[in-house]
Each structure stands twice: as C-alpha cells, then as structure tokens.
C-alpha cells in the first residue's frame, strides 16, 4: 500500500488489527510503528520477527523515502529532518494519533529527529541500537577487538563511503554487528539502495548530533543497547538515555548481544517491548 507524504509515495504495510472485539465493545490497541535501519535497507528486516507483538499492539512497517518500495525521491530529501517530517506526514495521512516509534541503527536517529521536531505528536518512543552522534574511534576500537582486519576494514568504509569500501564492509564487518547469524534469505528479501546510505554516511552522518532536541522529549522512552554491539557502540546508547528528561527515560542494556538486541535475546527485548507498550 502507497501513501502520498510531502511529495512522495510512501510505501508501508501493516500486521493486526487496530480494532478488536472485547465483549459488547471494540477496543483500541495502540499502533507501533517500525522505523527501519540502514540508511538503504527497507522494512522487510522486521518480518517475521515482530509478527508475535499483534497480541497487543497494530504493527505498521514502512519504507523511508529513497528505500525500499517508496519513492526514489532526490538526493536533497535524503536528510533526517525530512524523514522526520515523513513520519510524522506519514501518521496524519493514516489518521494515527499517538503512535509508539520504534526506531532501529538509522531508524534510531529518524525517529529522535521526529521527537525533537515534533514532541507533542508520539505517544511512546523505542530508540534501539541507535546512536545520536557517532563516535567513529570507539567504533573502529569495538570492530577491532573483534578482528584487528575489522578495525581497518570499518575504518575504510566509514571514513570514505563508496561502493569499493562498501563491499568488503559488508561481507566481513556486518556479520559482527550482532552475534546470531543473520538468516541469508532475510538479506536477498531487502531492497538495496546503497546510494542512499553513501549520501547520508559521507555527508549528514559525520556531523550530526540529535542529543540537544532528545531534551524536548514528552513522553516515555525506552533506550536498548547491546554491550557487545560494534557500530553503535552501548557508550552512545549511554550518551541517549543521558540526554532524555529522567523522569521518562529507561535504559535497558543487554549483556552478550550486539546490534538489534532483539535477535540475539528475543525472549528479553519481546517481553520489555510488551510491558512497554502496555504501560
């Protein structure tokens, strides 16, 4: 399914319903919205996964602008606050009030620039495995405790985002970002658009730091962060949780996992995700 957003064609699909039957009446469950990563990934990395969360909750997936199934767009959209703006477009197309944003690596940072843009649209926000800066040497030391190779290897592709870095990047450091293996044909389901994701890392990803609007967040938020994860390291996860008003803030750290604590502790991020939504 399509929806028209500030100019472009969005595409986006959804898991449960909305309304359920409970006796005499129909009752509400909030609609969880999954912001994928990458940049130039699309949604498909969240099914089936997160299929056993309609029990509680109406899951909608979409494709950033430039990813995926949606519009390719120009390379002038591909910035964060106008795909903060597409959610929040998005959501008012939909007719979704409060939405809970779940944001993951790249979704992450979308969905702290929507909250800094716009905080009094979300009803509870999920920042997972995501970074509000980058912090580049801790990274480079994390893929090298891994494999000295590594270190280099990121080093390369993020000092210089291309297609000749980009491929040994992604065919020996990405295995390292979390500790279960990734399903292969989960992989060849994505949509790639690395275009996308040399723009934003070469260029906006260097400089950005969303810590200073995370202080305008209104509502709950839970942060999730891998100990073991390389590319957002949990130090900037740390860095997050002190950026958000105390009183609405949770940080949960996983030990053992790395990146998308939900792969590698499903049974632990499932069951804070279901609390959280429910609180």
């Not at 949606?70 to 597409?86: G, Y």
Request: overall charge negative.
């Amino acid at each position: 399914m399509y929806a028209h957003v500030n100019g472009a064609r969005l595409y986006f699909d959804v898991d449960g319903a909305g309304l359920v039957p409970d006796g005499p009446t129909m009752r509400a469950r909030p609609t969880v919205i999954l912001l994928h990563g990458g940049p130039g990934f699309d949604h498909s990395g969240y099914k089936p996964i997160f299929t056993p969360l309609t029990d509680v909750a109406q899951l909608l997936y979409y494709d950033h602008r430039g990813q995926g199934r949606s519009d390719r767009s120009s390379p002038a959209s591909w910035n964060l606050a106008q795909w903060a703006d597409d959610l929040r477009g998005l959501c008012d197309a939909l007719g979704i009030e409060r939405p809970i944003i779940f944001g993951q690596s790249f979704g992450g940072m979308v969905a702290m620039a929507y909250a800094a843009r716009h905080p009094e649209h979300p009803g509870k926000l999920v920042f997972s495995s995501t970074s509000a800066r980058m912090d580049y040497p801790r990274m480079f030391a994390k893929f090298g405790s891994h494999d000295g190779e590594l270190g280099a290897i990121a080093r390369a592709f993020w000092t210089d985002p291309s297609a000749a870095t980009w491929a040994p990047y992604a065919d020996r450091a990405m295995p390292a970002y979390q500790r279960t293996p990734r399903d292969p044909e989960a992989a060849a389901r994505t949509i790639h658009t690395p275009d996308v994701l040399f723009h934003f890392a070469g260029g906006e990803q260097k400089t950005m730091d969303l810590r200073a609007g995370l202080a305008r967040v209104q509502v709950p938020t839970l942060v999730l962060g891998g100990e073991d994860d390389p590319v957002c390291p949990i130090e900037t996860q740390a860095e997050i949780a002190a950026a958000l008003p105390p009183g609405l803030m949770r940080f949960e750290r996983f030990a053992g996992c790395g990146h998308g604590v939900y792969r590698d502790d499903p049974a632990r991020a499932f069951a804070l995700l279901r609390e959280f939504i429910a609180t």
